[in-house]
């Protein structure tokens, strides 16, 4: 047998320091510990390092002991280590993919209500509220121009609201084109705003009659039906609030 694997021994003190002149001062603790009856835990060597775990049972001095090889806690250590690592990666995926999911959530919500409050349902244009945001961001040197559909009504009553939403749609086209530099939004049905970032009478007429004209070429199905507009303009030199701004080319228009 071999004596330093503890099979058999009479003095465990004595047959750790045979087994190994490095275990003198362990055998040391270990002699205090077990005169003081407490429990504790030592590394010791014997053909390889273990680990010796000891409590009395509280029945005169007796002590039970459990000696494990170190190399196998460090196995049971790095096996916990690597299961509560892939664990954490686990749970840090899992996060992930939940504030991902909140966050893809919380955009469309967002964007459906920017959508909602920024854009025309009918012409995917500026809304209103856009429309005076932008306007209000421009200090100065623009002109407003007002204008609706003269007899749009009528235009429903004959041929219906999905011809007159076409109508809608191509004056929309129509604004975008010819006021590149500026923008345009629809208030109401036919009513709709342009905001042109120029000034001078022969520069805005230019661009009104260009708009004017446009609409009076869209063809209504094969009938004769002519459109017409009626334009309010105010230019505005000096930096203006939208709603002054829009007054005063109500005032134009009417």
Known sequence: NNPTSFYEFDNIFDAMIEADSKNIDTVSILEQDFKNLKSNNILFYSDSYKQMYYTPLGINDWYILTVVHASTIDNIYNQIMTSTLLVSIYLVIIFLIIFLSISLILYFKNKKLYNVVYNDKLTGGYSYEKFKEKYDKLKHNKSLVIFDINNFKLLNTLYGYDT??????????????????????????????ICINQHGEKTILSYVNKIYNSIRQIKIKDSDFVLTSTFGIYESLYDEEFEIAENKAIIAWK
Not at 169 to 182: E, P, Q, S, T, V
């Open 164 to 193: 007159s939403n076409e109508v809608l749609n191509k004056i929309h086209n129509i604004l975008n084109k010819i006021n590149k530099d500026g923008f345009t939004c629809r208030k109401t049905a036919d009513h709709f705003l």
